[in-house]
């Protein structure tokens, strides 16, 4: 199976303060819409590579979620995630033939529900759909495949060109106490073997590469073309590295 990354999940307590701060960096952020189930909302930065970073944040404030109120198999996963806080604490893997990834996966040992029907109303009204699965263990990414357009989802054009020249995902970063048993999880998911190096263990997907490692706080690397635009910075707890050199292959 090829996977690739298909987007970065940011939780954010206020999407507005949130798109305010992350359009102040340098980056141009995109309304999204609000999901079916009407749970979460969410702003993308949207990069030239394919990728994009989901700025996600929820209707009604968490406090009052008794359990109940969780409305789709997406929201059952968001929640308690949010729960914890701001910062990147999720993600996603694209794969053409989702149902085929689901049987992979089960069949190396992993348990996976799905596939679930997912989408959102953009600002303009155009309704976006797609299909996800989720594996048991919630240290591995959810899988998406999109049914209506990709583009409708992940628009093109000028809606990827950031004042400070970020234009694709290089490599996201998962921290964790148990890097054995993640890295089991991970290579079942994925049918492939960990490249280990420097006390990192990473799998190269299609398009970028994911890295775990021990720690806390899980980061973003992201290439950037403008000189001077490189470094690292935090907001609304989310770590990320803008890196200059050789990044992934824009498709404008």
């Not at 749970?39 to 404030?61: C, H, K, Q």
Request: aromatic letters at 8%.
């Amino acid at each position: 199976m090829e996977y690739s990354i298909d987007h970065a999940v940011l939780f954010v307590e206020n999407l507005d303060a949130a798109t305010a701060e992350f359009t102040e960096l340098g980056f141009l952020v995109t309304p999204g819409g609000t999901h079916t189930g009407g749970l979460t909302e969410n702003a993308l930065i949207l990069l030239a590579d394919g990728t994009y970073l989901e700025l996600l944040g929820f209707t009604v404030p968490l406090e009052r979620l008794t359990g109940g109120e969780e409305r789709t198999a997406l929201d059952r996963r968001f929640v308690p995630r949010g729960r914890v806080g701001q910062g990147f604490g999720d993600f996603a893997c694209g794969i053409a033939g989702l149902e085929g990834a689901i049987a992979a996966a089960r069949g190396a040992g992993l348990e996976v529900e799905g596939p679930f029907p997912g989408g959102r109303t953009r600002p303009d009204g155009i309704a976006v759909e797609w299909q996800l699965a989720f594996p048991a263990d919630d240290v591995l990414p959810f899988l998406i495949e999109d049914v209506t357009d990709r583009a409708l989802r992940v628009p093109r054009g000028d809606a990827t060109r950031h004042a400070n020249g970020a234009s694709g995902i290089v490599e996201l970063v998962v921290r964790t106490d148990d890097t054995k048993r993640i890295v089991n999880s991970y290579e079942k998911l994925f049918g492939s073997a960990a490249e280990v190096s420097e006390g990192a263990v990473s799998f190269h997907l299609t398009n970028g590469v994911i890295t775990i490692q021990p720690g806390t706080a899980n980061s973003v690397r992201l290439h950037t073309s403008v000189e001077g635009a490189t470094g690292a910075f935090e907001c609304h707890g989310v770590r990320i590295e803008l890196a200059g050199g050789t990044g992934n292959v824009p498709y404008l």
